[in-house]
């Protein structure tokens, strides 16, 4: 099982678990992303989610990392083409997300649901494609947006 699915099924976000958790958002991108092991954790960060998620530390260590997508179907596996032609209003939202997460504001959960917002927005206005608001929400909500809700 990987982190990714064990979120999934327990209907929590990265937000969420960063706040039960008390580990920075940012880390558990990192963790979530594959760019940091679960191996190459500290002790306080393994006990913390291993706490917050209900594992042992020895199950925490077992869960696998998110294997690569498959290219077989032409398409890249970086999407970053998908963060092209944004309104304003998005671009100005993932801006104060990604300030507020450095600063480590306490009302962050206000821009989450600003940035929730304004993807929703543009997709219920045509702006953006399904594709790009969930890429959008995944990248920087970590949700896939419709089963997630925004009381997290």
Same mark, same amino acid.
């Given at each position: &099982?990987?982190?990714?699915?064990?979120?999934?099924? &327990?209907?929590?976000?990265? !937000?969420?678990?960063?706040?039960?958790? /008390? =580990?920075?958002?940012?880390?558990?991108?990192?963790?979530?992303?594959?760019?940091?092991?679960?191996?190459?954790?500290?002790?306080?960060?393994?006990?913390?989610?291993?706490?917050?998620?209900?594992?042992? =530390?020895?199950?925490?260590? %077992?869960?696998?990392? /998110?294997p690569e997508?498959?290219?077989?179907? #032409?398409?890249?596996?970086?999407?970053?083409?998908?963060?092209? @032609?944004?309104?304003?209003?998005?671009?100005? %939202? =993932? *801006?104060? !997300?990604?300030?507020?997460? *450095?600063?480590?504001?306490?009302?962050?959960?206000?821009?989450?649901? /600003?940035?929730?917002?304004?993807?929703?927005?543009?997709?219920?206005?045509?702006? =953006?494609?399904? /594709?790009? %608001?969930? !890429?959008l929400r995944?990248?920087?909500?970590?949700?896939? #947006?419709?089963?997630? @809700?925004?009381?997290?």
């Amino acid at each position: &099982m990987t982190i990714q699915k064990l979120l999934h099924d &327990m209907q929590m976000s990265r !937000y969420r678990l960063s706040k039960i958790s /008390e =580990i920075p958002w940012a880390t558990l991108a990192d963790i979530y992303s594959g760019k940091t092991h679960l191996s190459r954790c500290g002790a306080g960060t393994l006990s913390k989610l291993s706490k917050a998620l209900g594992l042992s =530390i020895e199950e925490l260590l %077992a869960l696998e990392t /998110e294997p690569e997508k498959n290219t077989d179907a #032409g398409q890249p596996n970086i999407k970053t083409y998908l963060e092209t @032609g944004l309104s304003e209003s998005v671009q100005k %939202a =993932i *801006k104060d !997300y990604l300030q507020g997460e *450095k600063a480590q504001v306490l009302y962050l959960d206000c821009l989450w649901n /600003e940035l929730y917002g304004a993807i929703n927005a543009d997709l219920w206005a045509g702006l =953006i494609t399904e /594709e790009q %608001a969930s !890429y959008l929400r995944v990248k920087y909500l970590g949700s896939e #947006g419709k089963e997630d @809700g925004i009381d997290d």
